[in-house]
């Protein structure tokens, strides 16, 4: 059995075929978590996670991407959206209805990215700012509701991990942690986080950094693409999880479309970085999804 802890079948790209490439993954014993992105994606994931028994899973929020900020033009991503992709407000109540749902196990993906981002330095502030305040409603919201939090983060993993030290990690606030404190709230036990850094691509100091504060760190098909070698041999198994972040990111003895029951891929490269067997990386990594995602 294997986990694909971060896929999309949600997305428009599937809506001929989802319950297809469903049925692939499940009877080649792939489970899986479809994510959301906004809203309606996010409907569309707890909507095919509650057709399944078991094996299909959803996340709920709202992508850095999707988020209006009134500065920034972002391309519409015809293979994601569902309807039409709009520029939400994240909508604390709406999400907390769709949680609901027993098969929602996760909040995600949220966080940050400065892929695309306003030129002048007020705007960058601004918008560095709204996406902060917007992660930092959606973990409350997680907290409330005592899920994990699936983390998208690209080109932003300092901020990403100064925010998560600084107001979620019980250890800096004991002034133990890589870095000080420099927002003064309360954090404690009760305030701790749980969670994964999806499509990991940062250095090893930052993986640290997120595997101190408890995090999991995520690998997908792009490990084909990009040497993560050195680091991903240095992770230990036990924080680790696989992913495909299918549609995107197809792992290269595949062309084309990705789908999770080629998450099988990178549980193969894993595993031959690694030097470890992949039985051994299939099991562990199915491990800690169900460990962390609580399934
Ligand atoms: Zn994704």
New binding site residues.
């Given amino acids: 059995m294997l986990f694909d802890t971060?896929a999309?079948v949600n997305f428009n790209t599937y809506k001929e075929d989802s319950d297809e490439v469903i049925r692939r993954a499940l009877d080649s014993g792939v489970w899986m978590i479809n994510?959301g992105?906004q809203y309606s994606t996010s409907k569309r994931a707890v909507e095919m996670a509650e057709r399944y028994k078991e094996g299909v899973y959803a996340a709920i929020g709202l992508?850095p991407l999707h988020l209006e900020t009134g500065l920034v033009k972002i391309k519409d991503d015809p293979e994601e959206i569902q309807f039409k992709t709009v520029e939400e407000e994240f909508d604390y109540e709406k999400y907390k209805e769709l949680a609901k749902s027993p098969k929602v196990v996760a909040i995600g993906?949220i966080g940050f990215d400065y892929y695309w981002k306003p030129k002048t330095k007020t705007k960058l502030g601004l918008f560095k700012e709204k996406q902060e305040a917007t992660i930092l409603r959606q973990i409350d919201l997680a907290q409330e509701l005592d899920l994990p939090v699936i983390f998208?983060c690209r080109m932003a993993h300092d901020d990403l991990i100064e925010i998560l030290n600084t107001r979620y990690n019980p250890d800096a606030q004991k002034g133990s942690g890589l870095r000080p404190p420099t927002l003064s709230v309360g954090a404690s036990e009760d305030t701790k986080l749980n969670g994964v850094i999806?499509?990991f691509t940062g250095n090893w100091e930052q993986a640290q950094k997120y595997m101190d504060m408890g995090f999991y760190l995520a690998f997908n098909g792009l490990i084909f693409k990009m040497n993560l070698d050195d680091v991903i041999k240095k992770i230990p198994l036990d924080r680790l999880l696989i992913e495909t972040?299918c549609p995107?990111l197809t792992p290269s003895p595949i062309e084309g479309r990705n789908e999770p029951a080629y998450v099988k891929y990178v549980a193969e490269k894993i595993a031959e970085i690694k030097g470890s067997s992949y039985e051994d990386v299939a099991k562990i990594t199915v491990q800690n999804a169900r460990k962390l995602f609580k399934i």
Avoid: R
């Fill in positions: 971060h999309h994510v992105s992508h993906e998208h999806h499509c972040d995107y």
